[in-house]
């Protein structure tokens, strides 16, 4: 369903597609009698279960890399429930949208225009609307550079925030489409950064290096929040 017919089948060919706009299309769908649902009750059920299933996070463990889904897995067990979670625009969004269930209001400030060099700003701005909350911007390395002075800001105003930097090199959304558009033609997505743990060190803050999930788990104690900081 989207108010623009154009957006029905340029990622996915719909079942059915309705051309409305989302908050009147909703207000008519809640007032229609349960007999008229397109969807039954076991049907919900079954859809519901394999969203659980789906999203359930992993404890899966590399000993080459930092696992995505085990990170997610601790993320998601370690962190209060009313933990702030910010992020910016990239392909690492899929793990944190998929396996982090946001189970308090109030607790996901994203970009909504999906904007890059969102999540670290955003944190620190949410921090100070809730200093009693804990709160954690995930980011890819891309959208991390263009704001990442903030990371002054915050040591300058003893805002603490915990900023998670996914790392591949590389502005990886706009690298998927110009693989898939122009296979031949990739240009201006590879990236060379600096070891961001060193950076925040410089700016005055605490940082980590992270290349194997064992040696986070190991300097965390399993306790991300307690045992890591910005």
Request: hydrophobic letters at 40%.
């Amino acid at each position: 369903m989207d108010i623009c017919p154009d957006i029905f089948g340029k990622v996915y060919a719909p079942s059915l597609a309705i051309e409305a706009d989302a908050k009147s299309f909703l207000e008519q769908a809640l007032q229609a009698p349960e007999s008229e649902s397109l969807i039954s009750s076991d049907h919900l059920k079954e859809l519901h279960d394999k969203y659980l299933e789906f999203s359930e996070t992993k404890a899966d463990y590399s000993e080459d890399f930092v696992d995505m889904d085990g990170l997610m897995h601790d993320l998601a067990v370690c962190l209060p429930k009313d933990t702030i979670i910010t992020n910016d625009a990239g392909n690492f969004f899929g793990w944190l949208s998929r396996y982090y269930r946001f189970e308090q209001e109030n607790t996901y400030v994203g970009p909504t225009s999906g904007a890059m060099g969102y999540g670290l700003p955003a944190a620190i701005g949410a921090k100070l609307a809730q200093p009693h909350k804990h709160v954690v911007s995930v980011s890819g390395d891309g959208g991390f550079m263009m704001t990442l002075q903030e990371i002054e800001t915050a040591v300058r105003y003893k805002i603490p925030t915990i900023s998670i930097v996914v790392n591949n090199n590389i502005y990886g959304t706009i690298r998927a489409h110009q693989e898939r558009h122009f296979p031949n033609r990739v240009v201006g997505t590879d990236l060379f950064n600096p070891d961001f743990g060193e950076l925040a060190r410089l700016f005055g803050a605490h940082g980590e290096k992270v290349e194997k999930i064992a040696i986070l788990r190991q300097r965390c104690n399993g306790r991300l929040i307690q045992g890591c900081r910005l």
